[in-house]
């Protein structure tokens, strides 16, 4: 049996279906995807967006998509994350926990700037 949906789940999902409308219509400047493959979620994916969730609410952060997707194929690498700057590369980012997440968050996805010690590669290159 499926549980009730809350007023509270109503709403969270009108917000993600209104940020994933925004991507489509360009109106994003990043998104961030969280594998949750059965692998990501038994490595610890669900803590990475439940930190990003905070970190977005936290801060009113209004220009972020966080989306999710299944296995990325490195399930020895998760929980794993890939961010996407609009005109930019995106970023696989590895082997994560609530603290990366974190300086993920504020260098790479708020300021811009790769986070390389967490990354494993960027487009198809990887990240030396």
Known sequence: MMAKLKPEDLSRIAEKMRRQTLLREGAGRAKVTVHMGTCGISAGARKIM???LGLIDQQQVQDVILTTSGC??????????TVEIKDKAPVKYVDLDEKKTL???TDHVLGGEIVTDFALG???ERVS
């Open 50 to 52: 439940t930190t990003l």
């Open 72 to 81: 990325a194929g490195l399930c020895s690498r998760e929980p794993m994350m």
């Open 103 to 105: 300086t993920i968050f």
């Open 122 to 124: 960027m487009g198809s």
